[in-house]
């Protein structure tokens, strides 16, 4: 951490003040979301919004469990791609022109029924048609691919969709965090309500209850616009001590769209648009 040498903070108070008031970001708190654009692929849709039974009778969206699954991800970086130019007699200067978005690796707890990977081996095979199928049930082998499909590959707009990364922050880690006040009147706030602490218990016989808990709150969000799986990695195997198996799927895309240059939250494109449309 750096020392302040001059400005307002001269003391120890000063300093917690701060602290209070702006707060540290956990990098454990996150989200992250699959969403369907309007134009995505009958097959896209399918896989995507597929559920299946679980034991006890009930059932699961795959997009749920993905979600819930996503053990490590990353909000990208970027860098601005630059020339050179001099004016005369002067040393070689930099202009930008362009900008290049880093790729984003997500890794995933990998589940017992295998679902997480089954779902990217299906992408994987719709993009690049390697393996055919008779049996083209989605509930069974997740491929649509016909013996004339094989050794081909799609167009773009058929096999991507956006990725959505929201940084949340917890209830009361800032003094915005806290309360919607006069200087951030579109802070997403909301107390965590005692139907929600005790399901199923009438909230008249517990109101002296108050958690003091909130809702987590979406601070920083980016919407990676077309995207589709580049790599997915291997699964080692062996016969040591017995760790949860990981799925790796390294992602590229043509564009991040940060919700703090949207204005607004970036999971909904109305009210913007970008150089790729």
Request: proline residues 3%.
């Amino acid at each position: 951490m750096s020392t302040i040498i001059s400005g307002d903070i001269q003391n120890f108070n000063q300093f917690k003040s701060y602290v209070s008031r702006y707060g540290f970001s956990l990098n454990n708190f996150y989200d992250v979301q699959f969403l369907l654009a309007n134009g995505s692929s009958a097959f896209l849709q399918s896989i995507f919004t597929r559920s299946y039974a679980t034991n006890t009778g009930s059932t699961t969206g795959i997009s749920n469990l993905m979600r819930l699954y996503a053990d490590e991800c990353s909000i990208p970086g970027y860098s601005i791609s630059t020339g050179d130019f001099r004016i005369t007699n002067t040393p070689n200067m930099k202009y930008g022109y362009g900008i290049v978005n880093n790729e984003i690796t997500i890794s995933f707890i990998s589940d017992a029924d295998s679902e997480i990977r089954r779902t990217f081996d299906s992408w994987g095979n719709y993009i690049y048609s390697s393996v055919s199928s008779l049996d083209q049930t989605l509930s069974r082998r997740l491929n649509i691919n016909s013996d004339a499909q094989l050794g081909r590959t799609r167009y773009k707009d058929e096999y991507v969709l956006d990725i959505v990364v929201i940084k949340l922050e917890r209830y009361g880690s800032s003094h915005r965090n806290f309360k919607k006040n006069s200087v951030d009147t579109k802070t997403p706030y909301s107390p965590v309500t005692n139907s929600e602490l005790f399901p199923g218990t009438n909230t008249e016989s517990i109101q002296m209850v108050r958690s003091g808990f909130g809702n987590a709150i979406q601070k920083y969000s980016v919407r990676l616009k077309n995207c589709f799986p580049t790599t997915v990695s291997a699964i080692p195997l062996n016969s040591g001590a017995s760790q949860l198996v990981k799925v790796q799927v390294t992602f590229e895309y043509d564009l991040a769209v940060p919700a703090s240059q949207t204005g607004d939250s970036v999971e909904a494109s109305g009210k913007w648009k970008t150089i790729i449309g």
